[in-house]
């Protein structure tokens, strides 16, 4: 028994093949393009990402042609705050599909917290009034584009994340229906009630009628012949946003258990059990899951800026020609020279939550050069983990049992020992990259009562690279003394 999976992330769109046990055999990927219109604004062409589902899925199943029938279901995990308005009628899309790093909703955010709002979005959706999140990008949509609060309105206009855009497609239509760990991402979504909120909608002008329905993460979303290429249809099973599907994966199912994905954005989510908290501090409270109508919850620290500064330096800076070169650039020197790099290109996410803040290099001297910014770089990227990862850890109620790590820079020894010395922890690397569309498939398997319980899914091998701390504790403090030193300037301009 086979399983298709669909990964739909910031910067490309992946099919993959697992196994039964969850071994990758195969995969495609297509990347597609960043639109940036304004300084703060990130947009995907969302007709874009429809072709290259298509393309990306076509491409996999026709090298692997003689075992098609062998596929159970097809998967699908997702950015997550992204949102996409389409026609009801023909599934296309009404504007460029607003990213979760797009800061045009930071008007709204200000305005209803200014209105003594943010308490009560809180205590609803367990995240904070920033433009990160959906909903003021919902808003200003609404308040922008001539015509589509009528639309909305009327029906004839839907509103989702990446994962209904593309189901409502891959099912013609028949199907418009998105899972709980998406929906609680859009500002809409109250978590303890797992339903879309009046209040919250009348809040960013978005008419419940045009979100789509709320289902488990290991329910059935119908079916697809992906646009005619299949003779017989499959199945569409296990829905998840991105960081959630990859917790899945990490067989992080005890309340303790925590994970960082590293990635464009790295997320930490940290298991709290069936009972959710929040924080005082700016720790988020997230929906990890939900089967069989039971909700898990997690605390989740947010890194807007993460693997995005290798690449800006890759590109942008003309550093290196691949993020390789550009780690053997960093470690061709033996420290930062003093230089830290603050990549709030867009703001800074927890546990300073400052959307205005913008990145800055600091430190440099007549000594320094390009190594000590790249090495910068990188460090920057588990200084952040550890930030995000002591704030959660006091409001936790829970101790830490286990970090785990995956994503494309697990690559980098020196990233993951590094993260593990920061945060005096054993991080537990997953050998597969691919962790986000792994969880999904796991979804799918136990919504398709191939394992009994998200426990019996816990109990399979998986292939990890320990990473211990080495470095002592006053040198950790040296090191993120320096960083702080750096932030403090960046938050006080």
Request: a neutral charge.
């Amino acid at each position: 028994m086979l399983f298709l999976a669909l990964d739909q992330s910031t910067s490309a769109t992946k099919a993959l093949l697992f196994d039964a046990d969850g071994r990758s055999l195969d995969r495609e990927s297509r990347d597609h393009r960043q639109l940036y219109s304004r300084p703060g604004w990130v947009e995907h062409d969302a007709e874009e990402i429809w072709q290259n589902t298509l393309a990306t899925l076509r491409a996999l199943l026709a090298r692997q042609a003689s075992r098609v029938r062998e596929i159970a279901s097809l998967s699908i995990s997702n950015q997550r705050e992204t949102v996409v308005v389409f026609e009801r009628e023909t599934g296309r899309p009404l504007h460029h599909a607003l990213v979760w790093q797009c800061r045009r909703g930071d008007e709204f955010c200000s305005a209803h917290a200014a209105a003594g709002l943010e308490p009560l979005v809180h205590a609803k959706t367990g995240l904070k009034l920033d433009a990160y999140f959906s909903g003021s990008k919902l808003q200003w949509l609404v308040r922008n584009v001539a015509g589509l609060a009528a639309k909305l309105a009327d029906g004839s206009a839907l509103v989702g994340t990446i994962d209904a855009y593309l189901v409502y497609r891959l099912t013609r239509g028949r199907v418009f229906a998105t899972d709980s760990t998406n929906a609680s991402r859009t500002l809409l979504f109250h978590i303890r009630r797992l339903v879309w909120d009046d209040e919250l909608c009348a809040l960013w002008q978005v008419p419940a009628r045009a979100l789509p329905e709320v289902r488990d993460s290991s329910s059935s979303f119908g079916e697809t012949t992906l646009d005619g290429t299949l003779s017989q249809p499959l199945p569409i099973r296990g829905v998840m946003g991105d960081s959630q599907a990859s917790l899945f994966a990490q067989r992080c199912y005890a309340p303790g258990a925590a994970k960082v994905t590293f990635g464009t954005g790295s997320s930490l989510l940290l298991n709290i059990g069936s009972t959710p908290r929040f924080s005082t501090q700016g720790v988020l409270t997230a929906l990890a899951w939900s089967h069989a109508g039971r909700p898990t919850y997690a605390f989740e620290g947010i890194i807007i800026s993460s693997a995005s500064t290798l690449t800006w330096l890759r590109d942008q800076l003309c550093f290196a020609s691949d993020v390789p070169a550009l780690e053997q650039l960093a470690l061709s020197s033996p420290d930062n020279g003093g230089v830290h790099l603050v990549p709030a290109f867009t703001g800074l996410g927890l546990p300073h939550w400052r959307p205005e803040a913008r990145a800055a290099i600091l430190g440099l001297s007549s000594h320094s050069d390009r190594r000590h910014i790249a090495r910068a770089a990188f460090e920057s990227i588990a200084f952040q983990v550890r930030d995000a990862l002591e704030a959660m850890r006091a409001e936790a109620g829970v101790p830490l049992v286990s970090l785990h790590g995956d994503g494309g820079p697990t690559a980098s020894a020196f990233l993951m020992q590094l993260c593990a010395d920061l945060c005096a922890a054993e991080l537990r690397v997953a050998a597969m990259a691919d962790c986000s569309p792994l969880g999904a498939v796991l979804a799918a398997q136990l919504g398709l009562g191939l394992a009994p319980t998200v426990e019996a899914l816990g109990a399979r091998p998986r292939e990890e690279i320990l990473y211990s701390p080495r470095l002592e504790a006053a040198a950790v403090d040296r090191l993120v003394e320096g960083w702080r030193r750096a932030v403090r300037q960046v938050v006080q301009t």
